[in-house]
Each structure stands twice: as C-alpha cells, then as structure tokens.
C-alpha cells in the first residue's frame, strides 16, 4: 500500500513540474491575459495587444537598469524609421514597482520616447513570459506569437532585433 501511495506522489510531482521549466522557451507562444496599466493609469489586458498582421516588440525594462535605458533610447532613435519601413510596435513595459512607477511618465516625456510604455507594477506580466532578467526583449509575429527573445544588451543588438522584424515581413521563418 505504501507504494501504491508512493508511485501516485510521485506522478503528482512529476505531472505537476511537466510544463514548469522556468528555462522553457516561449516561442510560439501567444500573450497571456494579464492586467497592465498605461501611462495615464488605464487598464489593458495584454492578449488584446496586437499590430494588425505586423511584427511586435515586447520590451521588458526598468528605471533603474542602465542597459535597458541603453536599448530602448537607441531604438527610440531610430523607431519613427522603424515603423515607416517595416510597420512594427514597440511596447517598452515598465517593472518598476508601484513605488517608482510614477516616476516612469515623467522619465519616458523627457527621453522623448514614442513608442508605447506600459506598467507591470506587480510584476504578473513580467512573471507571466517568465522574465528573470532585464532588459528582455520578446518579437511576436503578425499572429501574435513569440518568435524570437533576447536578454542583455551590447551596443548595436538593435540592429539584429530589426533584421529579425525585416525577416518576418518577409515571410522567413526565425530560427
């Protein structure tokens, strides 16, 4: 009998972790439904984020981390040039906790960034497309789906994030 009880523990646990892999790639996952705020405090569920058919960028970032502002100010540079050749969108979603996260309007205005910001207070999107580091970038494709990620940031990985987008307006398939 004590096996018995053993054996379906230990399929509990195991069916249980199955699916879990905090390592688990997202690729070809569609957004999960979870509350997020705009900039002037409105509620948005993320599975309703789209871009009409066209690629989007899902950036997760912080006030506080230098090589997020790096990569977002780099890509804000060049945005406006962005959307005219390839129609994508950026959304740049703020960790900063409820704390700081009034600070991120006025922070955004002054770097003069034109792509979308959003607010992830709690952290529920962030945890949601298991982000551990930032700044973590996701490209989803014109379906909504994750194609593509990257963590960190070194100078000039912007480009390869636009090379990607080309790709996907292009129809190839991102390896």
């Given at each position: 009998?004590?096996?018995?009880?053993?054996?379906?523990?230990?399929?509990?646990?195991?069916?249980?972790?199955?699916?879990?892999?905090?390592?688990?790639?997202?690729?070809?996952?569609?957004?999960?439904?979870?509350?997020?705020?705009?900039?002037?405090?409105?509620?948005?569920?993320?599975?309703?984020?789209?871009?009409?058919?066209?690629?989007?960028?899902?950036?997760?970032?912080?006030?506080w981390?230098?090589?997020?502002?790096?990569?977002?100010?780099?890509?804000?540079?060049?945005?406006k040039?962005?959307?005219?050749?390839?129609?994508?969108?950026?959304?740049?979603?703020?960790?900063?906790?409820?704390?700081?996260?009034?600070?991120?309007?006025?922070?955004?205005?002054?770097?003069?960034?034109?792509?979308?910001?959003?607010?992830?207070?709690?952290?529920?999107?962030?945890?949601?497309?298991?982000?551990?580091?930032?700044?973590?970038?996701?490209?989803?494709?014109?379906?909504g789906?994750?194609?593509?990620?990257?963590?960190s940031?070194?100078?000039?990985?912007?480009?390869?994030?636009?090379?990607?987008?080309?790709?996907?307006?292009?129809?190839?398939?991102?390896?």
């Amino acid at each position: 009998m004590k096996n018995i009880v053993l054996i379906a523990l230990f399929s509990l646990l195991f069916l249980n972790m199955e699916g879990q892999d905090p390592k688990q790639s997202s690729k070809g996952r569609s957004l999960p439904s979870v509350e997020l705020k705009t900039l002037d405090r409105k509620t948005l569920l993320t599975d309703t984020l789209s871009n009409h058919g066209k690629p989007m960028i899902i950036s997760f970032w912080a006030l506080w981390c230098k090589p997020c502002i790096k990569e977002l100010t780099n890509i804000g540079n060049v945005y406006k040039e962005w959307v005219e050749e390839t129609g994508v969108r950026l959304i740049a979603v703020s960790i900063d906790d409820a704390r700081s996260s009034s600070r991120v309007k006025p922070f955004v205005d002054g770097k003069g960034w034109e792509f979308e910001v959003l607010l992830d207070p709690n952290s529920d999107f962030k945890r949601a497309m298991n982000v551990n580091l930032i700044p973590h970038t996701f490209l989803l494709d014109g379906n909504g789906k994750v194609v593509w990620q990257h963590t960190s940031y070194t100078e000039g990985s912007e480009l390869e994030l636009i090379e990607m987008v080309r790709k996907l307006n292009q129809g190839e398939t991102i390896q």
